[in-house]
Protein backbone atom coordinates (compact mmCIF):
# COMPACT_ATOMS: atom_id res chain seq x y z
CA UNK A 1 0.00 0.00 0.00
CA UNK A 2 1.16 3.63 -1.17
CA UNK A 3 -0.23 5.70 1.82
CA UNK A 4 -1.41 5.66 5.34
CA UNK A 5 -2.95 8.38 6.87
CA UNK A 6 -3.03 8.49 10.81
CA UNK A 7 -5.75 10.69 11.94
CA UNK A 8 -6.32 11.03 15.43
CA UNK A 9 -9.08 12.24 17.23
CA UNK A 10 -10.97 13.23 20.84
CA UNK A 11 -14.81 13.93 21.33
CA UNK A 12 -14.96 15.37 17.40
CA UNK A 13 -18.14 13.99 16.00
CA UNK A 14 -19.00 17.57 14.18
CA UNK A 15 -15.37 17.87 12.59
CA UNK A 16 -14.13 14.04 11.51
CA UNK A 17 -16.64 14.09 8.74
CA UNK A 18 -15.38 17.30 7.05
CA UNK A 19 -12.09 16.17 8.29
CA UNK A 20 -12.67 12.68 5.99
CA UNK A 21 -14.19 14.34 3.31
CA UNK A 22 -11.04 16.09 2.85
CA UNK A 23 -9.32 12.69 2.82
CA UNK A 24 -11.30 11.58 0.07
CA UNK A 25 -11.28 10.08 -2.90
CA UNK A 26 -13.38 12.63 -4.80
CA UNK A 27 -11.70 15.87 -2.96
CA UNK A 28 -8.20 14.48 -2.91
CA UNK A 29 -6.60 15.00 -6.23
CA UNK A 30 -5.05 12.13 -8.45
CA UNK A 31 -6.36 9.63 -5.03
CA UNK A 32 -9.40 8.19 -7.57
CA UNK A 33 -6.66 5.19 -7.86
CA UNK A 34 -4.27 5.83 -5.31
CA UNK A 35 -3.68 2.81 -2.62
CA UNK A 36 -4.28 4.33 0.67
CA UNK A 37 -5.99 4.10 3.84
CA UNK A 38 -7.19 6.22 6.74
CA UNK A 39 -6.70 5.26 10.30
CA UNK A 40 -8.88 6.66 12.31
CA UNK A 41 -7.67 6.74 15.87
CA UNK A 42 -10.20 7.77 18.45
CA UNK A 43 -8.20 8.37 21.56
CA UNK A 44 -11.31 7.63 24.36
CA UNK A 45 -13.88 9.75 23.17
CA UNK A 46 -16.79 10.15 25.84
CA UNK A 47 -18.89 8.70 23.58
CA UNK A 48 -17.49 6.21 20.60
CA UNK A 49 -18.11 7.96 16.67
CA UNK A 50 -21.27 7.34 14.60
CA UNK A 51 -19.24 5.65 11.33
CA UNK A 52 -22.91 6.27 9.70
CA UNK A 53 -21.81 10.08 9.76
CA UNK A 54 -19.18 9.64 7.13
CA UNK A 55 -21.07 6.68 4.97
CA UNK A 56 -21.55 8.91 1.92
CA UNK A 57 -17.71 9.65 2.35
CA UNK A 58 -15.41 8.00 -0.67
CA UNK A 59 -12.50 7.45 1.74
CA UNK A 60 -11.08 4.21 2.42
CA UNK A 61 -11.43 4.51 6.50
CA UNK A 62 -10.68 1.88 9.06
CA UNK A 63 -11.92 3.30 12.87
CA UNK A 64 -9.44 2.44 15.77
CA UNK A 65 -10.97 2.94 19.07
CA UNK A 66 -8.18 3.23 21.92
CA UNK A 67 -9.66 2.09 25.07
CA UNK A 68 -7.92 3.24 28.46
CA UNK A 69 -6.73 6.05 26.50
CA UNK A 70 -4.25 8.52 27.56
CA UNK A 71 -4.76 12.35 28.31
CA UNK A 72 -1.72 12.77 25.20
CA UNK A 73 -2.09 10.60 21.66
CA UNK A 74 1.05 9.31 21.65
CA UNK A 75 0.05 5.69 22.28
CA UNK A 76 -2.77 6.27 19.53
CA UNK A 77 0.09 7.39 16.87
CA UNK A 78 2.27 4.52 17.83
CA UNK A 79 -0.69 2.04 17.87
CA UNK A 80 -1.64 3.16 14.78
CA UNK A 81 2.09 3.11 13.23
CA UNK A 82 2.08 -0.56 13.89
CA UNK A 83 -1.23 -1.19 12.19
CA UNK A 84 -0.38 1.00 9.24
CA UNK A 85 0.24 -1.01 5.80
CA UNK A 86 1.25 2.28 3.75
CA UNK A 87 4.92 2.70 2.76
CA UNK A 88 4.12 6.60 3.29
CA UNK A 89 3.02 7.69 6.49
CA UNK A 90 0.70 10.71 7.04
CA UNK A 91 0.51 12.21 10.65
CA UNK A 92 -2.43 14.23 11.64
CA UNK A 93 -2.36 14.61 15.64
CA UNK A 94 -5.20 17.31 15.68
CA UNK A 95 -8.29 15.29 13.98
CA UNK A 96 -10.36 18.39 13.00
CA UNK A 97 -8.32 19.75 9.95
CA UNK A 98 -9.94 19.99 6.48
CA UNK A 99 -7.01 19.54 3.83
CA UNK A 100 -6.87 21.70 0.22
CA UNK A 101 -7.44 19.14 -2.68
CA UNK A 102 -3.39 19.21 -3.84
CA UNK A 103 -1.99 18.19 -0.58
CA UNK A 104 -2.11 14.65 -1.79
CA UNK A 105 -0.78 14.73 -5.07
CA UNK A 106 2.22 17.25 -4.01
CA UNK A 107 3.28 15.10 -1.13
CA UNK A 108 3.44 12.46 -3.16
CA UNK A 109 5.20 14.09 -5.97
CA UNK A 110 7.85 15.38 -3.46
CA UNK A 111 8.66 11.26 -3.09
CA UNK A 112 8.87 10.86 -6.40
CA UNK A 113 11.71 13.25 -6.59
CA UNK A 114 13.53 12.65 -3.21
CA UNK A 115 14.57 9.25 -1.60
CA UNK A 116 13.83 9.97 1.87
CA UNK A 117 11.39 13.52 2.23
CA UNK A 118 9.61 14.79 4.94
CA UNK A 119 6.67 16.61 3.31
CA UNK A 120 5.19 19.93 5.67
CA UNK A 121 1.66 21.32 5.35
CA UNK A 122 1.16 25.03 6.52
CA UNK A 123 -1.13 25.12 9.35
CA UNK A 124 -4.39 27.56 8.95
CA UNK A 125 -7.29 28.80 11.22
CA UNK A 126 -10.77 28.78 9.80
CA UNK A 127 -11.85 32.27 10.91
CA UNK A 128 -10.79 35.44 10.84
CA UNK A 129 -7.67 35.13 12.74
CA UNK A 130 -6.07 32.55 15.19
CA UNK A 131 -9.07 30.91 17.18
CA UNK A 132 -8.31 32.03 20.51
CA UNK A 133 -8.76 35.96 19.29
CA UNK A 134 -11.48 34.94 17.36
CA UNK A 135 -13.36 33.16 19.65
CA UNK A 136 -13.66 36.40 22.44
CA UNK A 137 -14.67 38.09 19.81
CA UNK A 138 -18.06 35.78 19.15
CA UNK A 139 -16.57 32.98 16.66
CA UNK A 140 -18.40 29.68 17.28
CA UNK A 141 -19.17 26.49 15.42
CA UNK A 142 -22.58 28.05 13.92
CA UNK A 143 -20.92 30.74 12.61
CA UNK A 144 -18.05 28.45 11.04
CA UNK A 145 -20.64 26.21 9.39
CA UNK A 146 -21.71 29.33 7.81
CA UNK A 147 -18.53 30.33 6.03
CA UNK A 148 -18.24 26.62 5.03
CA UNK A 149 -21.97 27.09 3.44
CA UNK A 150 -20.61 29.89 1.90
CA UNK A 151 -18.08 29.06 0.15
CA UNK A 152 -19.84 26.13 -0.70
CA UNK A 153 -17.31 24.00 0.42
CA UNK A 154 -16.41 20.92 -0.71
CA UNK A 155 -16.85 21.61 -4.29
CA UNK A 156 -13.90 24.28 -4.44
CA UNK A 157 -11.49 22.87 -1.84
CA UNK A 158 -9.26 26.08 -2.19
CA UNK A 159 -11.70 28.41 -1.35
CA UNK A 160 -11.14 27.50 2.59
CA UNK A 161 -8.06 30.21 2.29
CA UNK A 162 -10.88 33.03 1.51
CA UNK A 163 -12.35 32.25 5.35
CA UNK A 164 -9.58 31.09 6.81
CA UNK A 165 -5.98 32.99 8.17
CA UNK A 166 -2.59 31.35 8.05
CA UNK A 167 -0.75 31.01 11.84
CA UNK A 168 1.10 34.00 12.64
CA UNK A 169 3.91 33.95 15.03
CA UNK A 170 4.48 37.01 16.70
CA UNK A 171 5.92 39.77 14.97
CA UNK A 172 6.08 37.52 11.94
CA UNK A 173 5.55 38.96 7.96
CA UNK A 174 3.46 35.85 6.87
CA UNK A 175 4.47 34.06 3.53
CA UNK A 176 4.68 30.75 1.98
CA UNK A 177 8.94 30.23 2.74
CA UNK A 178 8.49 30.89 6.55
CA UNK A 179 10.21 27.92 8.60
CA UNK A 180 7.66 25.52 10.20
CA UNK A 181 8.35 24.30 13.74
CA UNK A 182 5.82 21.74 13.17
CA UNK A 183 2.97 20.52 10.52
CA UNK A 184 -0.22 19.31 12.06
CA UNK A 185 -0.27 16.86 8.45
CA UNK A 186 3.34 16.16 7.66
CA UNK A 187 4.33 13.25 5.38
CA UNK A 188 7.60 10.72 5.81
CA UNK A 189 8.62 7.46 5.19
CA UNK A 190 6.92 4.68 7.24
CA UNK A 191 10.66 3.02 7.53
CA UNK A 192 12.16 6.64 9.02
CA UNK A 193 9.21 6.93 11.38
CA UNK A 194 9.90 3.54 12.40
CA UNK A 195 13.20 4.21 12.62
CA UNK A 196 12.52 7.12 15.54
CA UNK A 197 10.60 4.57 17.60
CA UNK A 198 7.42 6.16 16.55
CA UNK A 199 6.65 9.35 18.89
CA UNK A 200 7.84 9.83 22.21
CA UNK A 201 5.18 8.77 24.68
CA UNK A 202 7.10 10.61 27.82
CA UNK A 203 5.13 13.61 26.24
CA UNK A 204 2.02 12.50 28.09
CA UNK A 205 -0.05 16.12 28.26
CA UNK A 206 -3.63 16.24 27.37
CA UNK A 207 -3.07 17.12 23.46
CA UNK A 208 0.72 15.89 23.18
CA UNK A 209 2.25 19.18 23.80
CA UNK A 210 4.83 19.68 22.17
CA UNK A 211 4.55 16.14 21.21
CA UNK A 212 4.19 17.14 17.08
CA UNK A 213 6.60 19.29 17.03
CA UNK A 214 9.38 17.11 18.50
CA UNK A 215 8.10 14.65 16.24
CA UNK A 216 8.38 16.71 13.15
CA UNK A 217 11.50 17.85 14.36
CA UNK A 218 13.74 14.36 14.97
CA UNK A 219 12.38 13.98 11.50
CA UNK A 220 13.21 16.61 9.65
CA UNK A 221 16.50 16.67 10.92
CA UNK A 222 17.59 12.63 10.07
CA UNK A 223 20.80 13.61 7.73
CA UNK A 224 19.40 11.75 4.82
CA UNK A 225 16.03 13.42 4.84
CA UNK A 226 14.80 16.16 2.20
CA UNK A 227 12.67 18.59 3.74
CA UNK A 228 9.92 19.99 1.72
CA UNK A 229 7.46 22.80 2.72
CA UNK A 230 4.15 22.94 0.21
CA UNK A 231 3.60 26.32 -1.44
CA UNK A 232 -0.32 26.87 -2.02
CA UNK A 233 -1.91 23.89 0.31
CA UNK A 234 -3.17 24.10 3.84
CA UNK A 235 -4.88 21.93 6.79
CA UNK A 236 -7.15 24.59 7.98
CA UNK A 237 -8.44 23.75 11.87
CA UNK A 238 -12.40 23.69 12.75
CA UNK A 239 -13.14 25.14 16.29
CA UNK A 240 -13.62 22.04 18.63
CA UNK A 241 -12.52 23.08 21.95
CA UNK A 242 -9.04 21.92 21.68
CA UNK A 243 -6.48 22.04 24.82
CA UNK A 244 -4.54 25.22 23.41
CA UNK A 245 -5.79 26.26 19.56
CA UNK A 246 -9.68 26.77 21.57
CA UNK A 247 -8.96 28.73 24.63
CA UNK A 248 -8.47 31.89 25.82
CA UNK A 249 -5.24 33.47 24.72
CA UNK A 250 -3.38 33.73 28.37
CA UNK A 251 -4.81 30.38 29.32
CA UNK A 252 -2.83 28.97 25.91
CA UNK A 253 0.06 31.21 26.65
CA UNK A 254 0.26 29.26 30.28
CA UNK A 255 -0.16 25.65 28.53
CA UNK A 256 2.62 26.46 25.98
CA UNK A 257 4.91 27.30 28.53
CA UNK A 258 4.30 24.03 30.45
CA UNK A 259 4.86 22.48 27.26
CA UNK A 260 8.03 24.05 26.72
CA UNK A 261 9.05 22.89 30.26
CA UNK A 262 8.71 19.70 29.44
CA UNK A 263 9.93 19.79 26.02
CA UNK A 264 13.11 21.23 28.24
CA UNK A 265 12.99 18.24 30.28
CA UNK A 266 13.01 15.77 28.06
CA UNK A 267 15.06 17.41 24.99
CA UNK A 268 17.80 19.32 27.46
CA UNK A 269 17.01 22.68 25.53
CA UNK A 270 13.76 24.91 24.44
CA UNK A 271 14.80 25.19 20.96
CA UNK A 272 11.79 23.25 18.79
CA UNK A 273 12.52 24.80 15.88
CA UNK A 274 14.72 23.06 13.51
CA UNK A 275 17.65 24.89 11.80
CA UNK A 276 17.23 22.41 8.55
CA UNK A 277 17.09 24.05 4.78
CA UNK A 278 13.44 23.34 3.28
CA UNK A 279 12.58 22.83 -0.58
CA UNK A 280 9.79 23.98 -1.90
CA UNK A 281 6.63 22.95 -3.77
CA UNK A 282 3.59 23.61 -5.17
CA UNK A 283 2.00 26.92 -6.88
CA UNK A 284 -0.52 30.09 -5.67
CA UNK A 285 -3.74 28.29 -6.90
CA UNK A 286 -5.95 31.54 -6.24
CA UNK A 287 -6.11 35.26 -4.92
CA UNK A 288 -6.73 34.29 -1.48
CA UNK A 289 -4.17 31.88 -0.94
CA UNK A 290 -1.13 34.77 -1.93
CA UNK A 291 -1.01 34.96 2.46
CA UNK A 292 1.41 37.32 2.43
CA UNK A 293 -1.09 39.91 1.45
CA UNK A 294 -3.33 38.04 4.26
CA UNK A 295 -5.24 41.03 7.07
CA UNK A 296 -7.62 40.29 9.54
CA UNK A 297 -11.06 40.27 7.69
CA UNK A 298 -13.76 40.90 10.45
CA UNK A 299 -16.54 40.79 8.04
CA UNK A 300 -16.33 36.94 8.69
CA UNK A 301 -17.91 36.99 12.29
CA UNK A 302 -21.21 38.49 10.53
CA UNK A 303 -22.05 35.77 8.01
Same mark, same amino acid.
Given at each position: ?11 ? %? ?6 ? @?? /? ?9 ? /??? =? ?16 ? $? ?18 ? $? ?8 ? +? ?49 ? =? ?6 ? =? ?19 ? %? ?12 ? @??? *? ?39 ? =? ?32 ? *???? %? ?7 ? +? ?17 ? %? &??? @??? &? ?7
Amino acid at each position: MKLSVLLVCYDM %AREIPRTL @RG /LSRSYQEGAEE /LEY =EVLLLDNGSPEPLDEASW $RDVDVPVRLIRVEDAAPSPA $RAINRGLSEA +RGDIICLMIDGAHILTPGVFRLALASFAMYEQPVVATRYFWLGPDAQNRSI =EEGYCQSI =EDRLLHSIAWPEDGYRLFEIG %APLVTEGENINWMN @RLF *ESNCFFLPRSLFAALGGVDERFDSPGGGFLNADTFKRAVEV =EATTPVQLIGEGCFHQIHGGTTTNVATPDRDRQL *ENYL %AQYERLRGD +RNIITSRSFYFLGHIPTEA %A &KIH @RWK &KNPALLAV
